[in-house]
């Protein structure tokens, strides 16, 4: 039986929550799952370096919420802006000479 990643538990604890929650419940949240509250702070610093949650300092402590953004499919790459044309050579000039004739 597999065991679900600290990480992965931390991130669902979030989306439920759907609010602020701070370091030290998530803590205690570890601690109720049989991981140290150390581990906890550790997984939540890469979450929000992943950009998965968001992390705010409030009255000297720590707190994090689900990134909602991450609930859309993430961008994996771009393509630069570029026309691909199906025309043949010949149908090319046709549509530049035409272009530039417009333009004149």
């Known amino acids: 039986m597999s065991q679900t990643s600290l990480k992965k538990q931390i991130l669902e604890y979030l989306q439920k929550r759907e609010e602020w929650i ?4 998530i803590e205690g949240f570890a601690h109720a799952v049989g991981h140290k509250g150390a581990t906890a702070g550790r997984r939540c610093r890469e979450l929000y370096n992943d950009g998965l949650i968001d992390r705010d300092f409030r009255k000297g402590c720590v707190q994090y919420r689900y990134t909602r953004e991450t609930e859309e499919i993430p ?8 026309t691909v044309n199906y025309f043949s050579k010949e149908q090319q000039k ?8 417009t333009l004149l």
């Open 22 to 25: 701070s370091g030290r419940e």
């Open 75 to 82: 961008i994996i790459g771009t393509i630069k802006d570029e």
């Open 94 to 101: 046709i549509l530049e000479k035409n272009k530039q004739a």
